[in-house]
């Protein structure tokens, strides 16, 4: 691997992978992933960080994380927290600090993670909501009114998982019951009055800050190349809210899903979509891109 003279970092590209979870490397119905594991391995083997980049929270994506041995950073609730996992991380960004304990993990004792919060507290985002609901008059419900038994029918996760969802920090997740009534710029205009914004992911509305995946994922970045030198990134997704991190990434993969998007392709030429949905989709994506480098380097 060269260095460069100037700074002393390496000059060859260090890849980086930011990837959406459900729909995405995981299974949109099932939760599983084990399409995608060849494509996890080879990213092991070769030190490549997959990044989650996620509407879940920090308590689901850790859980997520370790089940898959991946110790890398992840991106929490739409770009509301990047957290890094303290067993990793000795000396994290200076914005990261160690991030407060969340209920039912006294047992990970030291094992708890840096965080650097991007996102609004979510105490204001429940005021929101609740700003949204007295000036439209609409039917809303978020995560915050619902119990696990409500969430857990929703997303068909398991009473845990759904536990786990409910622990959230920077993002609330709502439907709109009354659907007929939706309008998306008004729903878009009284959250901007607010200084919020709406976006839409795979199963849910999702109110939030003025953060997204896309803002995240570019000071992750920036943090690396501080190390790598050159990064180069992979991002990956199948909802709106991934939009902004494809707009970003130097290889963009649209992971195939029920939903059409239309004229994507004029707006990130270099996008590929995927001929499979979820993890099978995910899978060879990166085998193809991350491949594709070995085979570059070969014929160099
Ligand atoms: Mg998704």
Redesign the pocket.
Known sequence: MGVSPISGVPDTPFFMIFT?????LMDYATYGWKEAIPALDMCKKHEVPVVFASSKTRAEMDLLRRRMSLSDPFISENGGGIFFPRETFKAPPPQAIAAPAQEGQKAQRGKGHWQWSLGLPYADLIKGLQGLRDELGWHIRGFSDMGIEEISCLTGLDKESARLATMREFDEPFVILDQQKTDKDALSEAAAKRGLRVIS??RFYHLKGKNDKGEAMEKLISWYRGFHGNILSIGL???PN?FPMLERADFPVLVRSRQEFPGMKEKIPRLRITRDMGPEGWNSAVLEILGGRDEERSND
């Open positions: 959406d979870l459900d729909g995405t992911g795979g997704g199948d909802s991934d």
